[in-house]
T-cell receptor
Framework: ELKVEQNPLFLSMQEGKNYTIYCNYS?????LYWYRQDPGKSLESLFV?????AVKQEGRLMASLDTKARLSTLHITAAVHDLSATYFC????????FGTGTSLTVIP | DAGVIQSPRHEVTEMGQEVTLRCKPI?????LFWYRQTMMRGLELLIY????????DSGMPEDRFSAKMPNASFSTLKIQPSEPRDSAVYFC?????????????FGPGTRLTVL
């Protein structure tokens, strides 16, 4: 069974700081997705990474994919309070699996 | 466009009752997805359709669950009979193309409580 592990599960960071969320997965896959979910709300698609070495950036968020290491990262640059949310990665292998999510709180 | 529309937004029912959740995708989107979110199991993809045809239903938990897409603008997820462990938030999403870089758009979700 495909396993998708995110770490950290909880992240509290100060505004203006940088940090990285990691997503490790256990099977071969060339497709990885990142989503955001605000408390009590629906999901929002952030990035689709389709190949080894893919890098996507939107505002203060940058996602990358290393299929050989089976690792994706979501890097947050100069965090602001509006980025507080839960971030999920998901891998499309033989089946589609979500990570456990990383709950991010940005403190002013 | 109004986005992905789901109904009802909240549903409370008793164990053993039939439950039907509804979804209207964004016009022009060929792919439709049903997801479930619970505290215990997290987010799960239940099933997805392409051009109204179910492509992958491997995430459907049991035979009590069934999904249909009779036309491009409507899909249902039915649970019969419902059980308390089916309590969850069910999301519908749609996109033009799956497997490429197109964005998925999610509906607001249906919060189902089975007593």
């Amino acid at each position: 069974e495909l396993k998708v592990e995110q770490n950290p599960l909880f992240l509290s960071m100060q505004e203006g700081k940088n940090y990285t969320i990691y997503c490790n997965y256990s099977t071969t896959s060339d497709r990885l997705y990142w989503y955001r979910q605000d408390p009590g709300k629906s999901l929002e698609s952030l990035f689709v990474l389709l190949s080894n070495g893919a890098v996507k950036q939107e505002g203060r968020l940058m996602a990358s994919l290393d299929t050989k290491a089976r690792l994706s990262t979501l890097h947050i640059t100069a965090a602001v309070h509006d980025l507080s949310a839960t971030y999920f990665c998901a891998v499309d292998g033989n089946q589609f699996y979500f990570g456990t999510g990383t709950s991010l709180t940005v403190i002013p | 466009d109004a986005g992905v529309i789901q109904s009802p937004r909240h549903e409370v029912t008793e164990m053993g009752q039939e439950v039907t959740l509804r979804c209207k995708p964004i016009s022009g989107h060929d792919y439709l997805f049903w997801y479930r979110q619970t505290m215990m199991r997290g987010l799960e993809l239940l099933i997805y359709f392409n051009n109204n045809v179910p492509i992958d239903d491997s995430g459907m938990p049991e035979d009590r669950f069934s999904a249909k897409m009779p036309n491009a603008s409507f899909s249902t997820l039915k649970i019969q009979p419902s059980e308390p462990r089916d309590s969850a938030v069910y999301f519908c999403a749609s996109t033009r193309w799956w497997g490429g870089s197109d964005t998925q758009y999610f509906g607001p979700g249906t919060r189902l409580t089975v007593l």
